[in-house]
């Protein structure tokens, strides 16, 4: 029994000191094993902060703690591509066409009807715009109804800040419907109220600061970009081009999520230099012109404005689908002298214009607002290519022109004063239904009434009624 205990304690002290030796190997394994660990961590760290080191050099000279942006997407398309390099520059090329067909008919007191029906290219724009640091340019022109190639939008920008820009070249600077793109106007024409302020292109510099709800303008303004060298109108000798300048403000309270209001107002002074006199008009069509195109004018006071100051209103409500939109204006006009031209001069006067128009979205979408008072580009909720059936937008519109404080002068007879036979008053209303399959392709129907209240000269009074039809098919990119 002795001899089995002794051996019994053998083998187990045996065995434990088996235990302890492997046991040891195990723990100097396992020690191996964290060294190798240890030694690959320090080897990825330095690999990262070699390959991260180009990079990070520029980053830690920005005057910023906030994350870096992502990089701007190389190409995008907007209905054209949008290239922008790894600096940020970009480059877009645009354009335009709007194909019109119209039909206008003219019932004239005092000389004979006139009927028209066009098939015209409306506009065939083409251009580019683009944006390299704090630079920007936007160059677009074309034909108009057929016409000779003229510029439209040629503007180098500036970018004091991200609200502040200084423009120049050919542009707007007044009027919500005058600064809203001509694609974007719900009408196919901006009516009698743009053609009587005439706002449009001039060859400007231009401050503009936006906020975001309110925006300030000022324009120093020349004549617009496409005019020859001027000549003098009544003196050659005196080939002085006309000189105007421009303030405008808004603001557009958020008023909910579902309501923005704008209001607006500006002032122009404008004089004629050496040039012909400001000519005032309006037409139920301004592209096409039926009541001028038989060579009887209906509604103009002639080049009877030596200068002229001009205070406009703005207001607008949008909510949903829904959007109000008005204007008035009110211009005092400086009539040319009698002994610069007995037919044209005469006592200063005032002109009133305004209009008030009303869009509805059966399909639910809302007039996109931009923060410098203007509207934007319709954005279809469900366009064809996405199952939907495109927006149907529904409108009215009415315009109102006043003529009649033009009176006439001692020097001439009244048959031969010129324009004092059709300033007179100016009434219109305009039906519209725009579709848009997508965001960049429109089709257009306006339907206008308008009538011309001219006063009796010389036994003659030269009353109209015109009703235009007009359809477009309009896309760009």
Sequence with gaps: MRILFATTA?????F?????????????????IQLLQARIDVLERQSAVATAAPAAAPIATLPTTSSPKPAAEPLRWENSPRFTDASGSTFKLRGRILLDAVDAVAER?????YHARQFKARQLFLGVEGQTGRWGYRLEGGAVSG?????????????LDAQTSLLA????????????????????????????????????LEAVRTGSNWSLWGALQGDN??????????DPNQAVERLGATVRATWSPQLSDADR??????????????????????????????????????????????????????????HRALSLQGEAAR????RIATNLSSTLGGPDFDIVTAYASASWFATGETRPYNPNGSFGRIKVAHPLDKGGLGALELAARYDYADFSDMAANGVATLASQTGLSTAGTYKAVTFGANWYPYSYVRLTGNLTRATIENRLIAGSQLDADVTVAQARLQLEF
């Design 16 to 32: 434990a000191g088996a235990a302890r030796a492997e046991d040891a190997d195990l723990a100097a394994l396992k020690a191996q």
């Design 169 to 204: 070249g050919n542009q707007k600077a007044a009027s919500l419907e005058g600064l809203t793109s001509f694609k974007s106007i719900t009408f196919m024409e901006r009516g009698a109220y743009g053609d009587v302020i005439d706002a449009g292109d001039a060859l400007s």
């Design 10 to 14: 053998l083998v187990a002290v045996g």
């Design 261 to 318: 209001l704008h209001l607006g107002a500006w002032l122009r002074r404008r004089d004629r230099g050496g040039e012909t006199g400001f000519t005032y008009s309006a037409a139920a069509n301004t592209a096409f012109r039926s009541q001028t195109s038989s060579g009887a004018t209906l509604f103009s006071t002639g080049a009877v404005g030596d200068g002229d100051t001009t205070v406009g209103i703005e207001a607008a409500w949008i």
């Design 147 to 159: 016409g000779a190639w003229s510029w439209d939008d040629a503007i180098i920008e500036y970018k």
């Design 225 to 234: 970009i496409n005019k020859t060298d001027a000549t003098g109108g009544y």
């Design 331 to 334: 211009i005092k006009v400086d």
């Design 109 to 113: 007191d005092g000389v004979a009807d």
